[in-house]
């Protein structure tokens, strides 16, 4: 619930000091303090909350966490720290219906959207488990956890508008991102959006039959229509579209796509993010060598800032696109909540 939420649920009985002190003791204070109720809504009205039912960590300090939801499904949340900087990766969905050929949640199918509660919920369990403040470090929200942001647009604008409210969670709206497999009519909402995540597009294909091999998804919305969209979406002062590009060996790595794919951005305000795949079982394409991955990053760098994305968490399936309950490999040590 937004401020307003909370206020029109307690009207016309209570007031919107009442309003305003149970939104500070659940999303300022993060740990609810009952006695801030008005006595006749104690039961009927208590904030949910995320049950952690599994928690994953890695050898270079990212944490996987598994988090159950009052119907007892599951969705991950990845958190990564590197220096001062903190980031949190949460779902959006339960598995995704967007049938990327390279990515593991793709293998759920889409069980279900995530309530603005349980996107919040998932940013709330991890700065209490690590007692974070965006006020003391630079601290980023990524919607690249499990699901297609954009097919649940209405509740990842109203989970960014409870996030950046500087009353509560206090977010920097610039340090959200979400990343979308390009469904256009979307895009062009989250722009109309006063209060949005920044848009990461991700593009994974130097050619329309290319990226129609490996995301289906191009049939529907044209790799040239999506980049127009792109082009016109309306940017905020410093801000640019970010653009990922997973990375599959003897696939899509070679120095004519990483050209082709120049030539696909020219003009456009943009950064580019190269990841290398993450593989798991079911999978059908390989890891490209690092010497493959600087030539294809030097080409695009001539054009367009490229960084390529460190793996974080390979270890225990928590990188990009392996997000997809992996709970039985004897690989992983889990350590009990
Ligand atoms: N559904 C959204 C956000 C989640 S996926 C989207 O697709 O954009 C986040 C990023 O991980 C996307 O850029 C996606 O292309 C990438 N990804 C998916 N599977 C991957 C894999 N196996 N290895 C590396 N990156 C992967
Ligand atoms: Fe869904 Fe993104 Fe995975 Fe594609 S890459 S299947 S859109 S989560």
Redo the contacts with the bound molecule.
Sequence with gaps: MELADIEAALAPQYSKFHARRIFDSVYAQRSFDASVMPESLRFAFQPGELKESARYESSDGTVRYLMQLADGKTVETVFMTEGSRDTICISSQVG?????K?????LMGLERNLTAGEIVGQVLHVMHRHDLAPKNRTMNIVM?????PLMNLDNVLKATRILVDQRGIGMGERRICL???GLIPKIEELGRAKIRPRLAI?L?ASSEEQRMEI?P?TQKWHLAELLETCRRFPLKPKEHIFFEY?MLGDFNDSEADAERVVKLLAGMTCKMNLIPLNPGPGIPFTTPSDERVDRFQKIIMQSIPCYVRKPRGRDIYAA??Q?NRMNQESSLVQVMA
């Design positions: 995704c219906p967007v049938d990327c390279f990515c593991l949640t793709a690249m956890g499990q699901g297609e990343s979308t497999s991700s994974n995301m998804i997973v990009c696109g997000l």
